[in-house]
Every structure is written in structure tokens, then in C-alpha cells.
């Protein structure tokens, strides 16, 4: 297995004497970074998409060029989403990461929504040629770093393991490094684990450019025009404009509620706030070791995520202790 040189303190990241990272699939919060959240380098067509996009917006300039299977699309992301996952994870729990990681595919599926069929491994392979296929340029800024440059949105991957029919087993994957940057600087959010069950490609744009830009404000008004270019559709706009009333009508975005107002605005608004990182309660280490304690083998960041979502949606109350409330949350499912 060819892998990346291990890198040492990286935003944070301690030190490795492995160059590689064992994904382990129990329990990882769905992440993924800031950049492909905000640009469109993702194709949401469901055919093979061979457009050189060219994408331009305040600082930031991007160009996305296909291989000849296509550009790769949103649903191809969901494999860059579990494996920033995975090294997200790795990083709170004060392991060693570096770009190079081994998963095993059906665990890849499982966590992604998708069936564990012969089908659903060989569209997994078609998905891993697409990201290694597909090259960007870019000044995207990750962390503290604003570089131009080309790259794939996967370096390489390689079968490990396959079974006697063919079947991968195990897959080695090493991240560009732009990406593996921009996981060890934190520029990542968390997903609502709900959005792998999206199956419109414009309804996963558009939660991702709402959890983007929700974060910090009560809502966010963008006019249809500056949409259809963020989310990077190919539709003429009034053809972009009927699927998004579409989507509203639906209403069935986790985590955002969608609204057109006169103007040709469309309004996002948050169900209920979305917590990020730093604020809320705070819970000390020992509560966390103490969860570990109460609920053997979860991952218990996970857990803190999940109960700051609950409090968040029960009016976040006051808390006289964070921890205690913490703990007897982590109590009630231990049942």
C-alpha cells in the first residue's frame, strides 16, 4: 500500500509513527468540510457529467474538470463525508490520523444508507474511479493556508481485500491533501445523519448550503439566481426554480424548513438552532469518561452531539450542571 509521509501536529493532530488510519465505523458523527459545502464541486446530475466547471464567487475561484467517466457527483461525496468522519472522530479521541485510510466497504454502505448488494459495491467502485478522476483548481482558503492549486479529490485507492466472487472487502484510500488539511484545521461541520436518506441531488445541495450558512443567524435569504449558481445546477432557472417549490412543498429536509418570498427570494430557516462547536453546555472530561463507563463501546462524542441536539430542541434550558444533566440523559439509555 502506497501511503502519504505521516504528518506531526498537524492543527492539532498528535504525532504518528503509522502511515496509515483503520477506520472504525461504530458511531462516527457525520462530518464534512466547509469548502464542498459552500462550492458547487460536485455534479448533481445522475448521468455522467463531462462539463469543465468554471465557479466564481466573492474571493474564492474554482475549477472542476471531469476524467472521462465524469465528473464525480454528491452522492460520490459520501465517501470523502465518511471518511472526514472517521479522522473527525479519531482527532477529539487524541488518536494519531494521516491521510491514508483503510475501510471496509460494507461498513462504507451501512453508514451511508445504501444497499449491500453486488450492485452497491460495483457502484462503489465507479464512485472511488470518479473522485480520483475528477481534478480541481482552486484558492480555496483551508485553515490558515490560501494555496492555488490542482489536485484529485482522492489522490489513489486501491482494493485491499475482495472475496473469491470479486467483492471488495476492504479499501485503501489516501485524501488529497487539501482535504486532509482542512480536517486536521476543524474546517468541518456536522450532518444530520438524516441527510444520506436524501435522494434528490438538489435537495443535498441545498441542506448543505443551508447548514453552511444557518449556523450562526436566525435564517438566510439568498435570491433564486445566486442559489442556482452555489448549488451548481445545469437547469435553466426556471426549471431550477420549479424543483426547488418542489422541494418546499416536500418539506422534508432534516434540520430546515424552506420558504419562497416575493422577489424571487427564497428564505432557509433552522427547525431549531443548530449548536456549533464551542458553544453550548460544557461538559468536562471526566463526564465523557464517565458515559464511557455507563454505555460500554459508544462513541462518546457522538453521544455529546446527540444530547446537545436534544437539549437544543427542548428550549435550552438552564443547566445547573451540564455533566449531571449529561449523565442522566446517558443514564436513561442505558436503560
Known amino acids: 500500500m502506497s501511503a502519504a509521509a505521516p504528518m506531526s501536529g498537524a492543527g492539532g493532530v498528535p504525532s504518528q509513527t503509522r502511515d ?14 466547509l469548502a464542498s459545502m459552500e462550492h ?6 445522475t448521468r455522467p457529467d463531462r462539463r469543465i466547471l468554471s465557479y466564481s464567487h466573492n474571493n474564492s475561484e474554482i475549477t472542476v474538470t471531469p476524467s472521462v467517466k465524469g465528473r464525480a457527483t454528491i452522492f460520490d461525496a459520501d465517501i470523502l463525508i465518511f471518511c472526514i468522519s472517521q479522522l473527525m472522530a479519531a ?8 491521510r491514508t485510510l483503510t475501510l471496509t466497504a460494507h461498513d462504507l454502505l451501512l453508514a451511508t444508507q445504501r444497499e449491500t448488494s453486488g450492485d452497491s459495491y460495483r457502484r462503489l467502485r465507479d464512485a472511488f474511479e470518479r473522485l480520483a478522476g475528477t481534478r480541481i483548481t482552486t484558492n480555496i482558503v483551508t485553515g490558515d493556508r490560501e494555496v492555488t492549486s490542482g489536485f484529485g479529490l482522492i489522490e489513489s485507492w486501491e482494493i485491499v481485500r475482495k472475496t473469491r466472487a470479486g467483492r471488495m ?14 480536517v486536521c484545521s476543524k474546517s468541518v461541520l456536522t450532518l444530520s445523519r438524516d441527510y444520506f436518506s436524501l435522494r434528490k441531488p438538489l435537495e443535498r445541495r441545498l441542506y448543505e448550503l443551508a447548514r453552511k450558512h444557518c449556523g450562526r443567524q436566525p435564517s438566510w435569504q439568498v435570491s433564486v439566481e445566486t442559489l442556482l449558481k452555489k448549488t451548481g445546477s445545469a437547469s435553466p432557472r426556471r426549471v431550477f426554480r ?7 412543498k416536500a418539506d422534508g429536509m432534516p434540520d430546515y424548513t ?7 427570494i427564497i428564505r432557509i430557516t433552522p427547525r431549531s438552532a443548530v449548536i ?5 453546555p460544557h461538559l468536562s472530561a471526566d463526564a465523557l469518561e464517565d458515559a ?3 454505555l460500554p463501546g459508544a462513541d462518546v462524542y457522538a453521544l455529546e452531539a446527540e444530547w446537545r441536539d436534544w437539549w437544543a430542541s427542548s428550549g435550552r434550558p438552564k443547566l445547573r450542571s451540564a455533566d449531571r444533566a449529561f449523565l442522566g440523559w446517558v443514564g436513561k439509555k442505558a436503560g
Open 91 to 98: 482527532i477529539n479521541a487524541g488518536r494519531a490520523v494521516s
Open 258 to 264: 424552506l420558504v419562497e418570498e416575493p422577489g424571487d
Open 242 to 248: 420549479a424543483m426547488v417549490r418542489e422541494i418546499i
Open 20 to 33: 496509515f488510519f483503520v477506520c472504525d465505523f461504530m458511531g462516527a458523527v457525520p462530518k464534512h468540510d
Open 40 to 45: 458547487p464541486i460536485f455534479s448533481l446530475s
Open 276 to 280: 456549533e462547536p464551542g458553544t453550548g
Open 292 to 294: 464511557r463507563r455507563l
Open 169 to 182: 472487502v476492504s479499501v485503501s484510500i489516501t485524501l488529497s491533501d487539501w482535504l486532509f488539511q482542512a
